[in-house]
């Protein structure tokens, strides 16, 4: 039976990393492609939304995040500057797609970064890359492969403390002091993780109230509210993007 459940694993894992590599990349960055030159026509600046976590939930609903989206646009269009907000998915809601993203996660989505830094570099619109956690580390990417452009930024939430760390002056990062991810706090991560974020999410799965392990897990500091934040995000609009 053990061996089984080997092969089974083995046989997922292997079909995950296809899929990603072969079917989910090649069909997310065409539709990203056609999203962004859509909103290429009828705006004069696009943010790329890139959300936490996994990279799945759709922006509306990020509500960690949706607020500076909000709050950048509704700046920009008081200046007379029409914003769009194109989605990156870094990966599907469902195993296969989170198997696979591990791949990509672990070589800080550099293949994912390749083919985007192309097609957003090919105009002289303002380009605004904005990410959290996760979704900084691919900015971060993006940003080191375009240092050469002068109409793309980026503002970054919570990158955490591996990846590149690009020295691009068009770069807004934003780390809180207590972020245990961005500071490289590696036994509290663990904690959070493996013993209480697993405990809570048993305890919940045994009360009939199943949530994901992502929200069950509570890493200190990981959290930006906008408020604490927009002053510094105003000033980079101002100083770099105006």
Not at 15 to 36: G, Q, R, T
Not at 183 to 211: P, S
Request: net charge neutral.
């Amino acid at each position: 039976m053990i061996d089984g459940l080997l092969l089974f694993l083995a046989v997922s894992i292997l079909y995950s990393f296809w899929w990603f590599d072969f079917y989910f990349i090649k069909k997310n960055i065409s539709k990203f492609e056609i999203d962004f030159k859509n909103a290429l026509k009828d705006n004069d600046v696009i943010i790329i939304f890139n959300a936490g976590g996994w990279g799945t939930i759709n922006y509306k609903e990020a509500f960690d995040l949706n607020p500076f989206s909000d709050f950048i646009t509704d700046y920009l269009s008081v200046r007379g500057l029409k914003v769009g907000i194109v989605q990156y998915f870094r990966t599907e809601d469902h195993l296969i797609g989170k198997i696979g993203y591990f791949k990509d996660y672990v070589f800080d989505f550099q293949r994912q970064a390749e083919l985007i830094t192309p097609i957003i570099s090919d105009n002289n619109k303002k380009i605004i890359l904005l990410g959290l956690s996760n979704g900084a580390l691919i900015a971060d990417e993006i940003m080191e492969r375009t240092k050469n452009k002068k109409n793309v930024f980026s503002i970054e939430f919570g990158k955490p403390f591996f990846g590149i760390k690009s020295d691009n002056e068009n770069i807004l990062l934003i780390n809180e002091f207590e972020d245990d991810l961005s500071n490289g706090n590696t036994w509290q991560l663990f904690k959070a993780t493996f013993i209480f974020g697993t405990f809570k999410w048993i305890r919940n799965f045994i009360l009939g109230e199943g949530i994901s392990l992502g929200k069950a897990v509570n890493i200190k500091g990981h959290y930006y509210p906008l408020e604490k934040h927009k002053e510094r995000v105003r000033v980079f609009i101002d100083k770099k993007i105006l």
